[in-house]
T-cell receptor
């Protein structure tokens, strides 16, 4: 079945550091890929998405590129802020955008 | 657009009791999803509706669990004879359906604790 694997956390960075959170997936067909973020005390929010190979999703300075050859969708940001501290979830859906399959989540802590 | 709402936000119950949760999706969304999230894990799919039709159920959804969306608007998730292993955050999401991949918007969740 479909699955998502994320790097384990917590990831602790200083403000303005470069961020990479690794995500790889296993899926049949042509999944769509997502990054969701959960800030403390809040619900899941979509951060970015990509629906086909080589697409790049971007939002709020975060980027991720759908790499079919390596089955990866790594999340990057050039300069993190304290306000980026949250839990980040990588997820995939089938081609119809139905049920999402999530990774276990990666906690990001940014120190000032 | 007030977003997806869920009630109650927290529920504490004793083992063996029945509980019911409600989800109100974004008004124009015809798809509604239920997920379960345990501590330190990502959400796991339980079931989804398109309008009032329940189109898919996960094997995680044992016969103690039932979900309904009677008029294609709000949905309820009932757990009968609760067990301690049912303790989790229950998340609802909604989306529209169309020719492109639609974003699922999540509610704040209902946290269930079974004593």
């Amino acid at each position: 079945g479909n699955s998502v694997t994320q790097m384990e956390g917590p990831v602790t960075l200083s403000e303005e550091a470069f961020l990479t959170i690794n995500c790889t997936y296993t899926a049949t067909g042509y999944p769509s890929l997502f990054w969701y973020v959960q800030y403390p005390g809040e619900g899941l929010q979509l951060l970015l998405k990509a629906t086909k190979a080589d697409d790049k999703g971007s939002n709020k300075g975060f980027e991720a590129t759908y790499r079919k050859e390596t089955t990866s969708f790594h999340l990057e940001k050039g300069s993190v802020q304290v306000s980026d501290s949250a839990v980040y979830f990588c997820a995939l859906s089938d081609r119809y955008g139905n049920k999402l399959v999530f990774g276990a989540g990666t906690i990001l802590r940014v120190k000032s | 657009d007030t977003g997806v709402s869920q009630n109650p936000r927290h529920k504490i119950t004793k083992r063996g009791q029945n509980v019911t949760f409600r989800c109100d999706p974004i008004s124009e969304h015809n798809r509604l999803y239920w997920y379960r999230q345990t501590l330190g894990q990502g959400p796991e799919f339980l079931t989804y509706f398109q309008n009032e039709a329940q189109l898919e159920k996960s094997r995680l959804l044992s016969d103690r669990f039932s979900a309904e969306r009677p008029k294609g608007s709000f949905s309820t998730l009932e757990i009968q004879r609760t067990e301690q292993g049912d303790s989790a955050m229950y998340l609802c999401a909604s989306s529209s359906s169309g020719t492109k991949i639609e974003t699922q918007y999540f509610g704040p969740g209902t946290r269930l604790l079974v004593l």
